[in-house]
């Protein structure tokens, strides 16, 4: 299996609780076959390697980590994008989670939902110096491109030449569910993050009112679908007006509690949680089942057992 990124950090724990950290600038190969050849290859390649004391790289060149603990017998990771242009869903996450403790038997193996953040906390570094301090001054969007943007239709693409006809299409980035105090269900699109389309606060309910529901609803499988839109949707949130409840999830292995605070205190009188079910579980808070748009925990195993071979 090849590497799905370039930059990584590495952080071992002996047997001893003695500590050693690692940069690697180009990681191709390296986290597979840890993972999947077990806890001995492993250790041996890291006790080969020449640490970098201390030192981690912060959220925007971090791309992948790996933090071993013999001691505790414990291992979390996290991997980046893949080169072929998709991101590890929630799952496939599960799913090369699973596979990956048929090799460390006796360990406790997780994902790094929190990315580079969790492994510092674990290893007892503060994880606000892996936080860039332009992450933590996002603002809201613009209220007037959230109300005028006009969402692509599949009607407006071209599949003889692949190309958009509607000259406002964008980058599919974030998908909104609203359940309406009449207890209707709407769904929308938008190109950018989540959380600068929540910042806007409780107005926002009344902007998606006014607009028509989105034309075609975004699936889990990584691939291009031939109706304009593309499958790489990297946070979402369902917002329940009913119970006044928001609950926001992100593809990303990142740290997004100081987003969520933030989030709420704009949202008063809300409850503004985070989740890890990704898209699956955003239909499913919506209390519906689309088996054609989410992945199988067989599907998304046999994807993962071809990659990693």
């Not at 390296?30 to 004391?53: K, N, Q």
């Not at 809300?270 to 054609?292: I, K």
Request: glycine share 6%.
């Amino acid at each position: 299996m090849q590497c799905m990124s370039d930059r990584a950090n590495y952080a071992y724990l002996d047997k001893k609780q003695n500590l050693r950290t690692y940069v690697d600038r180009w990681c191709i190969g390296r986290i597979g076959t840890w993972l999947f050849s077990g806890p001995p290859e492993a250790i041996s390649d890291l006790r080969s390697m020449r640490p970098d004391p201390g030192y981690l790289l912060d959220e925007v060149w971090c791309d992948s980590a790996v933090l071993v603990d013999e001691y505790n017998k414990v291992l979390k990771f996290f991997i980046g994008p893949e080169a072929k242009g998709w991101s590890f869903n929630y799952p496939l996450i599960q799913a090369t989670v699973l596979i990956v403790r048929e090799h460390w038997v006796d360990w406790t193996v997780n994902w790094a939902y929190r990315g580079i953040a969790e492994i510092s906390e674990y290893i007892g570094l503060n994880p606000k110096f892996v936080i860039p301090k332009h992450y933590l001054n996002f603002e809201a969007i613009n209220i007037k491109e959230v109300s005028s943007y006009i969402e692509i239709d599949p009607r407006e693409f071209d599949f003889d030449t692949g190309e958009l006809l509607y000259i406002e299409s964008r980058w599919i980035e974030s998908f909104i569910t609203v359940k309406y105090l009449d207890s209707s269900i709407h769904d929308y699109c938008f190109p950018w993050n989540i959380e600068n389309i929540l910042l806007l606060g409780s107005q926002l309910l009344q902007i998606l009112q006014a607009k028509q529901s989105t034309f075609a609803l975004p699936s889990e499988p990584p691939n291009y679908r031939g109706d304009g839109s593309h499958d790489r949707i990297e946070s979402g949130a369902c917002i329940d007006e009913i119970n006044k409840k928001i609950t926001v999830w992100w593809q990303k292995p990142r740290e997004r509690r100081y987003i969520l605070e933030k989030i709420s205190r704009i949202w008063t009188g809300w409850s503004v949680e985070q989740v890890l079910g990704g898209l699956q579980q955003q239909y499913e808070l919506s209390n519906r089942n689309f088996p054609d748009l989410t992945m199988s925990p067989e599907q998304a195993r046999e994807i993962m057992r071809n990659h990693f071979r």
